[in-house]
C-alpha cells in the first residue's frame, strides 16, 4: 500500500501559477514511478504528468505540455506539479497516483497505477 495525499491546489486567476504537491507513505524501500491525473466536471479522468522513479523521465500530456513541470524529492517521498500559465480549462481535481512498488518506468496510463490519493481542486477563474 502507497498511501498518497495531496496539498495546495485552490484558487487561482487565468495567467496565474499554482503548485500542488503530493506525500506519499507506507515503505521507504519501495521504488516506483508517479503521476498527475485530473478530472474536470462532467469529463472523465484525464493523465497530466508523469514521473519515472529516478526523475530521470518525465512525460506530460499536450494539453500542459510548456507549462506544468512535474518533479520529485524521493528522500521527502514527494511528488509535485508546479502549473504555470493557468487557464480556466485546468479547472478540475488533480491526482497524484503511484505505480505499484518495482514498477519505475513512468507511463500516461491510469491503469497502470495501483494508488490514488483523494485529490485536490484547482479552480482557475477568467
Known amino acids: 500500500q502507497v498511501p498518497l495525499v495531496e496539498s495546495g491546489g485552490g484558487l487561482a486567476r487565468a495567467g496565474d501559477s499554482l503548485d500542488v504537491s503530493c506525500i506519499a507513505s507506507?515503505?521507504?524501500?519501495?521504488?516506483?514511478?508517479m503521476g498527475w491525473f485530473r478530472q474536470a466536471p462532467g469529463k472523465e479522468r484525464e493523465f497530466v504528468a508523469a514521473i519515472n522513479w529516478k526523475g530521470t523521465n518525465k512525460y506530460y500530456s499536450d494539453s500542459v505540455k510548456g507549462r506544468f513541470t512535474i518533479s520529485r524529492d524521493k528522500e521527502k517521498r514527494t511528488l509535485y506539479l508546479h502549473m504555470t500559465r493557468l487557464s480556466p480549462d485546468d479547472t478540475a481535481i488533480y491526482y497524484c497516483?503511484?505505480?505499484?512498488?518495482?514498477?519505475?518506468?513512468?507511463?500516461?496510463?491510469?491503469?497502470?497505477?495501483?494508488?490514488w490519493g483523494q485529490g485536490t481542486q484547482v479552480t482557475v477563474s477568467s
Open positions: 497516483a503511484a505505480r505499484s512498488a518495482g514498477s519505475v518506468a513512468a507511463t500516461t496510463t491510469a491503469i497502470s497505477y495501483a494508488f
Open positions: 507506507g515503505d521507504p524501500s519501495n521504488a516506483y514511478a
